[in-house]
């Protein structure tokens, strides 16, 4: 995998900026930010990720950002399968429903996320009374009932769902997850064909991290080809988007988005936030988001517990602008950009890969005030067309 020395990269994007009279450059951007759905206007949505006291608006001052900036939401936990439907049979929807409902209101795209994923799945799902792992059979009825019940409630309202989470491996193989196991490969596309047939009008997308790994994004390719050539609908490739500052390179995410637009996807970028951190380093390598692979606290790999250097602030936002820069370039085949969170307070990499960092991933401070690269991508929007 390409990799590049971030410090150099990022500052010379930042001088870029400068010397070609960007307003953004490194200056501290004053007055209230640009909007950033209506800088992003026509190009493609520009999400973010709803955990529960946003959903139910708890935070006056995150609600304004969110409100302000984004046309699209999807649902941090809310929507997983364990939350969901804790016990065979018993939906729990109020959070599900108050998060649809706040999206209505606020006339935005809504997605749901996720039907079918290893993780947060309850452990009922693949057992028998015993604790035995279930047949084949009642895991594609689970299945089907699961995948039925909660896309239809929303039919019609949520416009599109990640059907299938984090299935492929770095090297292109299956994850031996339960799904696989019980019942085979062909978890994906009857999962598939369960959400077409409980909402016709729904786009579905397959969703995963690091889909820039050349092997993980062939298999995801091969996949999304199978899928077609077998009558099924699939509207997009996710690309979660869980990146530090050393990697990916934003070569190698353009060639990944390359690929999915070729294979004849739209490609929506999910869970898009940028660790200012250390990697420590992990099984996985570096911008996974596996959430099993967690490491040991060390203060070393804990530099910012009070705020962002400078330097390291500088090159964060120059480096986020940067992939801003290659997804309005590539905004034919991009058509949703979704943060993974609305303040750096409330993301989740303050305790992943490590627990109890201070990190600053996101495009809103802890303070509720945009980044410098929010009014860089203003201006980038207007240069790019
Ligand atoms: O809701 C319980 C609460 O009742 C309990 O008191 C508390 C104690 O720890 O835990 C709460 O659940 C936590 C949940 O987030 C809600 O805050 C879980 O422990 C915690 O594991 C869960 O983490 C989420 C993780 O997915 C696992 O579902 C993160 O917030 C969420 O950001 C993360 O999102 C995933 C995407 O869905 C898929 N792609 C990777 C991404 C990051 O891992």
Known sequence: MKRFNVSLAALAATAAFATAGCAGGTAAAEGEAPALKESLAGRFYIGTALNTDYIYERDAQADAVVVRHFDAIVPENVMKSGPMQPREGEFFWNDADRFVEYGEKNDMWI??????W?????????????????????????????????VGRYKGRIKGWDVVNEAIMEDGSYRQSKFVKIIGEDFIPLAFQFAHEADPDAELYYNDYNEWYVGKRDAIVKLVGELKAAGLRIDGVGMQGHIGMDSPSIEEYGAAIDAYGKAGVKVMITELDMSALPTPTRR???GGANIADTVGYREAMNPFTRAISDEVNTQWNARMGEFFKLFLE??????????WGVTDATSWKNDYPMQGRTDYPLLFGRDYQAKQVV????EMAKDIK
């Open 111 to 116: 997605t749901g996320h996720c039907l079918v």
């Open 118 to 150: 290893h993780s947060q799945a309850p452990s009922w799902f693949f057992t028998d009374a015993e604790g035995n792992d279930v047949s084949r059979e009642v895991l594609v009825e689970r299945m089907r009932t699961h995948i039925h019940t909660v």
């Open 284 to 286: 996985g390598g570096a």
């Open 330 to 339: 590539r905004d034919d085949v991009v058509s949703r950009v979704t943060l």
């Open 375 to 378: 009014w860089d991508i203003a």
